[in-house]
């Protein structure tokens, strides 16, 4: 089973699936099924209107916001916890 969200290219028809895996999409606006989902904003946030003249400009700032996000236990725990999750 491969679990998507519903994304444009996820349902399009040129997509083929092989055999033997079988898809199931998550319901529309359920952030709590796809936790890491809501890190987005913070990752993207130094990328954000910012133009770059190489991959390696890009990947050496992301290599930075991935050391502050590091730091940023607290901030991450919040946007991802649900209640729920610390039952499983």
């Not at 028809?13 to 987005?40: D, H, M, N, W």
């Not at 910012?50 to 400009?57: A, R």
């Not at 916001?65 to 236990?73: D, F, G, H, I």
């Amino acid at each position: 089973m491969l679990v998507e969200d519903n994304a444009g290219w996820h349902r399009s028809k040129k997509v083929k699936i092989t055999s033997g895996i079988k898809l199931e999409f998550l319901p529309p606006y359920s952030p709590e099924l796809q936790p890491a989902e809501r890190l987005c904003k913070l990752g993207d946030e130094p990328l954000v209107n910012n133009c770059f003249e190489t991959i390696d400009e890009i990947e050496e700032l992301l290599v930075k916001r991935c050391q502050v996000l590091s730091e940023m236990k607290e901030e991450i725990r919040n946007l991802t916890f649900y209640h729920w999750l610390a039952s499983i």
